[in-house]
């Protein structure tokens, strides 16, 4: 009787195939979410800013007839003010980075700075807004992220207390001048105080 021999088939183990990367449930909520808000935020500016004027369209009328009565170089005066102001809020976040050891080109600050702003006016909740997209844009050109944090509320600290000392002088003057009473330094006072007494906390 004859046997037949049957060559066993070498056993091959066969390595599994490694599973396509598949983003986490919570990254891809917060991407569609990113994705939605840069859809979302350029309609609601638009319908807000669309809803301000129909609301306020006799206020814009009646200011569009001031500056045509303005003088030509108190406009220009206006602008050159206006100019300096964008350019001095984008140089306090990236002196700010500096000091705590970040870094950001007068360029990319005027950029970040000049997003930032123009959220915190057409966007409800604005102000939370433009500090986070601040805050993003500076991380995102490599800067670590607790540095952008503190200096992102330093810079905030710096125009909020320039801004209530501004307020300030320009009431104190109306005050001198006997325009105004005497009653409408205490807030800004009080305000001032305040900043002054957190910064020094910092």
């Known amino acids: 009787m004859t046997s037949t021999t049957v060559a066993e088939q070498p056993s091959v183990a066969l390595a599994a195939e490694p599973e396509p990367e598949v983003a986490s449930s919570p ?7 990113g994705v939605l808000i840069r859809w979302a935020l350029p309609v609601v500016a638009l319908a807000l800013v669309a809803r301000s004027m129909a609301v306020g369209w006799d206020e814009i009328t009646r200011s569009m007839a001031v500056f045509r009565g303005s003088g030509a170089m108190l406009l220009l005066l206006a602008l050159v003010v206006e100019g300096i102001w964008v350019f001095t809020l984008s140089q306090v976040y990236r002196v700010s980075l ?19 702003f123009t ?13 986070l ?12 992220g607790p540095v952008t944090m503190v200096a992102l509320v330093t810079a905030g600290w710096v125009s909020l207390t320039s801004l ?4 300030s002088v320009g009431l104190a003057a109306g005050i001198v001048w006997g325009s105004l009473p005497v009653g ?4 800004p006072l009080l305000i001032l105080t305040a900043l002054i007494a957190a910064g020094l906390g910092m």
């Not at 500096?98 to 930032?116: L, N, P, R």
């Open 164 to 167: 209530t000392v501004l307020v």
């Open 27 to 33: 990254a891809l909520l917060w991407r569609r979410l």
């Open 133 to 144: 997209v601040a805050g993003r844009e500076f991380v995102r050109i490599g800067n670590p």
């Open 184 to 187: 409408f330094l205490a807030v």
């Open 119 to 131: 959220l915190s006016r057409v966007v409800p909740g604005g102000g939370a807004v433009g500090a």
């Open 98 to 116: 500096q000091a705590f050891g970040g870094k950001a080109t007068i360029g990319q600050s005027m950029v970040v700075s000049m997003g930032a």
